[in-house]
């Protein structure tokens, strides 16, 4: 029986667009941006910053030193957020339908103070309810210390949830995310940027829950 689906947030709660955010990286200084940004994971401070390993200040002062000016908070906000396309209803109405279902629903996110700033504000869903309003726990990578798709963060959240890897179905945009999940025995959703993963995971929760 399904208990508990933890959901990614790019690429699956929000639709993500990684050339804005290159193009906003580079409108700040950083002319090798591409070195530093992936669609799945990052490298450098930008890879750091995510893992928890420096702070939100420690990351403006680097990108300050990396663009040679001093560069402010709400500057790296703005570039990091060329990440959000939008957040489609379709997308938050699953969420409630299944809260509504008795399902207890999850975050499991490779992701920063920058970008959770904005998804924990009223601003997130575009009709004054932030993220927190449609999640019941948020498990993020720069406050846990490990970043997907390390085994580690997985067992983090299922003890956290006090659940069993079957007792979960794990929907993700990245196929490394998507593998080291089935490995520990969690099914698991492949979800494209900007498309309907909706019906399948209905469909998934009535096959396995009438088997």
């Not at 030193?65 to 908070?73: A, D, I, W």
């Not at 720069?142 to 299922?158: D, I, N, R």
Request: proline share 3%; charged share 25%; glycine share 8%.
């Amino acid at each position: 029986m399904i208990k508990t689906i933890i959901f990614d947030l790019g690429g699956v709660i929000v639709t993500i667009n990684q050339e804005e955010a290159i193009q906003r990286f580079r409108a700040l200084g950083i002319s090798n941006i591409e070195y530093y940004l992936d669609c799945y994971t990052q490298s450098g401070i930008f890879g750091q910053l995510e893992e928890g390993l420096i702070s939100a200040e420690d990351f403006r002062r680097d990108i300050s030193k990396l663009c040679g000016r001093e560069v402010s908070f709400d500057e790296c906000k703005h570039a990091w957020l060329g990440y959000r396309a939008d957040v489609p209803e379709r997308n938050l109405e699953a969420l409630r339908h299944l809260r509504a279902q008795g399902y207890r629903v999850c975050l499991l996110s490779n992701t920063n103070p920058y970008m959770m700033s904005w998804a924990e504000s009223p601003e997130f869903d575009g009709h004054g309810h932030s993220i927190n309003d449609y999640f019941d726990a948020l498990y993020k990578s720069y406050e846990l210390g490990v970043m997907k798709p390390s085994e580690l963060f997985f067992q983090k959240v299922l003890l956290a949830e006090k659940v069993l890897p079957s007792e979960c179905i794990f929907i993700d945009d990245g196929t490394r995310n998507v593998a080291a999940a089935s490995e520990l025995g969690i099914p698991t959703i492949l979800a494209e940027n900007g498309k309907d993963w909706t019906e399948t995971l209905f469909a998934q929760l009535t096959k396995i829950n009438l088997s």
